[in-house]
């Protein structure tokens, strides 16, 4: 059975870190590229970070750019997101996604909130 199960969110304050893990089941990560996604309350889901297949490539959104950091490790199965110097408006639940030319998969999401 193909899971993405993120973990690693939390209540934070602003200025602090999280790192956010996914580890992924019933494929191999090696083939696909992935990416974390966001949805902040009363907003539609945004990409915030990618990452090709083999990991030399990565993508971010301009808000994060800077701040946040995507990295997989194809050997255990995961792909991170280190986020620093954490903001209000990072408030959202995340989700992990793994795509190729056939199939996407999401995660169920973990809960970031940042506030003092």
């Known amino acids: 059975q193909v899971q993405l199960v993120e973990s690693g969110g939390g209540l934070v304050q602003p200025g602090g870190s999280l790192r956010l893990s996914c580890i992924a089941s019933?494929?191999?990560?090696?083939?696909?590229?992935m990416s974390w996604h966001r949805q902040g309350p009363g907003k539609e889901r945004e990409l915030v970070a990618a990452?090709?297949?083999?990991?030399?490539?990565?993508n971010y959104a301009d808000s994060v750019k800077g701040r946040f950091t995507i990295s997989k490790d194809n050997a255990k199965n995961m792909l991170y997101l280190q986020m620093n110097s954490l903001k209000p408006e990072d408030t959202a639940v995340y989700y992990c996604?793994?795509?190729?030319?056939?199939?996407?998969?999401w995660g169920q999401g973990t809960q970031v909130t940042v506030s003092s």
């Open positions: 990452v090709s297949s083999t990991g030399g490539v990565t």
């Open positions: 996604n793994a795509w190729n030319r056939r199939d996407v998969y």
């Open positions: 019933g494929f191999t990560i090696s083939t696909y590229g």
